[in-house]
């Protein structure tokens, strides 16, 4: 979508508009060696808007928190040639901020994510929001969105190949198979035929990343709950303790040891 082609197409579906001028889009994306470290996936003007695009596999509760920084560095950027301090309104274009969703977790088409949800103490309305529209682009999901636009239908077609086969054989063999497949049947076929190696690479990298990354929060969630009970066993003796209840009554009420609830 880096193609103003595809982009145009992309933010059509999104939009339900009809723009033919790829011309039109001015793409802004952020490059992290310029602006301190910050980069987005895709960002673009359009008439009095600006749009900031992002592609997840991954659920993260944090990208209205992102999308943030980086319009902020967007705006710095507009006004860069514009005094602040005028006495006349300095105008800026209104942001509308879109993840496209493709990861393995159950989620609905559409789910709106806040950044007053990551305040700590909100008391009545939040004097600062920023809403972020998540949708899930896996196959199946958004059947309307994705029949207004090819490209991304056909890019959740070969996300999913890639996964059964991954399920089935080693990664490696599982993407050329999804590639050699796709290309057969002219999904993705000019891309994937221009570009194998880099998606051969991107889709290992990307498949990997995100098995890794269930490991690490399955892991967390085991250590969390494993702290929780034993708090929680702390909590019932503590309760027990002046009850006056024998120990091996206790002990099979919390299911510990006698001398565990001894000492």
């Known amino acids: 979508f880096s193609e103003k082609e595809h982009l145009l197409s992309l933010y059509n579906a999104v939009t339900g508009k009809h723009y033919e001028d790829a011309e039109a889009l001015q793409i802004v994306t952020l490059k992290n060696a310029i602006y301190m470290g910050m980069k987005n996936d895709l960002a673009f003007l359009l008439e009095t808007n600006i749009y900031l695009y992002e592609h997840q596999s991954t659920v993260n509760p944090n990208m209205p928190l992102r999308n943030l920084l980086y319009i902020a560095i967007e705006y710095q950027k507009y006004v860069s040639d514009k005094s602040l301090y005028s006495s006349s309104l300095v ?111 991107w889709s290992i990298l990307e498949y990997d990343q995100e098995v890794e990354e269930k490991k690490l929060r399955k892991a967390e969630y085991e250590a969390g709950l494993e702290t929780g009970r034993s708090e929680g066993i702390e909590l019932i003796l503590q309760s027990i303790q002046k009850s006056g209840y024998p120990l091996e009554q206790i002990a099979e009420m919390t299911g510990r040891p006698v001398e565990e609830v001894k000492r």
């Open 91 to 201: 105008k800026i274009p209104a942001p509308k901020f879109v993840v496209f969703y493709n990861g393995t977790d159950t989620l609905e088409d559409t789910v709106e994510l806040k950044l007053s949800s990551a305040y700590e103490h909100l008391d009545g309305e939040p004097d600062l929001e920023l809403k972020v529209i998540l949708l899930n682009i896996n196959e199946g999901h958004n059947k309307e969105l994705m029949e207004h636009c090819q490209i991304l239908k056909e890019y959740a077609i070969y996300v999913a190949r890639v996964r059964k086969y991954a399920a089935e054989m080693k990664l490696e063999d599982a993407v050329n198979k999804a590639i050699e497949e796709c290309i057969k049947e002219g999904i993705l076929a000019d891309f994937l035929q221009k570009n194998r190696s880099e998606v051969k690479m």
